[in-house]
């Protein structure tokens, strides 16, 4: 069974850091592209960063550039999302999701064929 789950969320105040995880499991994540995406509140759900499978192509949102870090260790079929600096508008329930061999330019807008189950991240003034 295909499974996405996420970890790491939790309440943190302005300026602090999380890190969040995404672990797969009935499928290595060696050959996937992974993305972190997250919903707030009334809004559309809107794609954070993606990975592509190998590493060597990572995508960011403008809104989180130069504060989110997306990394990958295939060995532990993990994906990680470090957050620093965050804000109050970085509040939102984050999901990872993943594709085989997507174009993660295409996944940040569209999203990828498996999906978690999301974690809450909130960010207080």
């Known amino acids: 069974q295909v499974q996405l789950v996420e970890s790491g969320g939790g309440l943190v105040q302005a300026g602090g850091s999380l890190r969040l995880s995404c672990t797969a499991s009935?499928?290595?994540?060696?050959?996937?592209?992974i993305g972190w995406f997250r919903q707030a509140p009334g809004k559309e759900r809107e794609g954070v960063s993606c990975i592509s499978s190998r590493g060597g192509s990572i995508k960011y949102a403008d809104s989180v550039k130069g504060r989110f870090t997306i990394s990958r260790d295939n060995a532990k079929n993990t994906v990680y999302l470090q957050m620093n600096s965050l804000k109050p508008e970085d509040t939102a329930v984050y999901y990872c999701?993943?594709?085989?061999?997507?174009?993660?330019?295409?996944?940040?807008?569209?999203?990828?064929?498996?999906w978690g189950k999301g974690t809450l991240v909130t960010v207080s003034s």
């Open positions: 009935g499928f290595t994540l060696d050959y996937y592209a």
């Open positions: 999701s993943a594709g085989f061999d997507y174009d993660i330019y295409r996944a940040m807008s569209y999203g990828m064929d498996y």
